[in-house]
T-cell receptor, first 112, second 113 residues
């Protein structure tokens, strides 16, 4: 079945550091890929998405590129802020059914 | 814009008690989902509903039942709660189609003692 694997956390960085959170997937067909963010005490909200190979999703300084050859969708940000501290989830949605499958989440701590 | 509304926000149950978690969305979405979130396990799909009148099992359906009452509402029922069902439960919805964003409720924190 479809699955998403993302790097385990927590990840702790200093403010203005470069961020990478790795995500790889297994899926039949041509999935769409997403990054969601969860701030403390809240539900998940969409950060960015990409719907086909080589697409780059971007939002709030975060970027991720849909790499079909490596089945990856790594999240990057050039200079993180304290306000980026949250849990980040990689997810996929298959064109075969309506299920949205999530990775286990990566907790990010940014130190001032 | 209410989006996805879940009730209650917090609940404590005794083992063996039953309860229903309510979820409603006002975005005219076709698809609705119930997930549970546990430390180190991420979000796991319990049940989903692709349209009014249809429901399907997800990864962890045992111990739960669902009802898609109408297009707006999708409830999750625990018939006989167990401590293993202590978790945070999230309801979500989206328009049908793989490219569409899912919108989440604020979650229900359930403790079974």
């Amino acid at each position: 079945g479809n699955s998403v694997t993302q790097m385990e956390g927590p990840v702790t960085l200093s403010e203005e550091a470069f961020l990478t959170i790795n995500c790889t997937y297994t899926a039949t067909g041509y999935p769409s890929l997403f990054w969601y963010v969860q701030y403390p005490g809240e539900g998940l909200q969409l950060l960015l998405k990409a719907t086909k190979a080589d697409d780059k999703g971007s939002n709030k300084g975060f970027e991720a590129t849909y790499r079909k050859e490596t089945t990856s969708f790594h999240l990057e940000k050039g200079s993180v802020q304290v306000s980026d501290s949250a849990v980040y989830f990689c997810a996929l949605s298959s064109n075969r059914d309506d299920k949205i499958i999530f990775g286990k989440g990566t907790r990010l701590h940014i130190l001032p | 814009n209410a989006g996805v509304t879940q009730t209650p926000k917090f609940q404590v149950l005794k083992t063996g008690q039953s309860m229903t978690l309510q979820c409603a969305q006002d975005m005219n979405h076709n698809s609705m989902y119930w997930y549970r979130q546990d430390p180190g396990m991420g979000l796991r799909l319990i049940y989903y509903s692709a349209s009014e009148g249809t429901t399907d099992k997800g990864e962890v359906p045992n111990g739960y039942n669902v009802s898609r009452l109408n297009k707006r509402e999708f409830s999750l029922r625990l018939e006989s709660a167990a401590p293993s069902q202590t978790s945070v439960y999230f309801c979500a919805s989206n328009r049908r189609g793989q490219n569409t964003e899912a919108f989440f409720g604020q979650g229900t924190r359930l403790t079974v003692v």
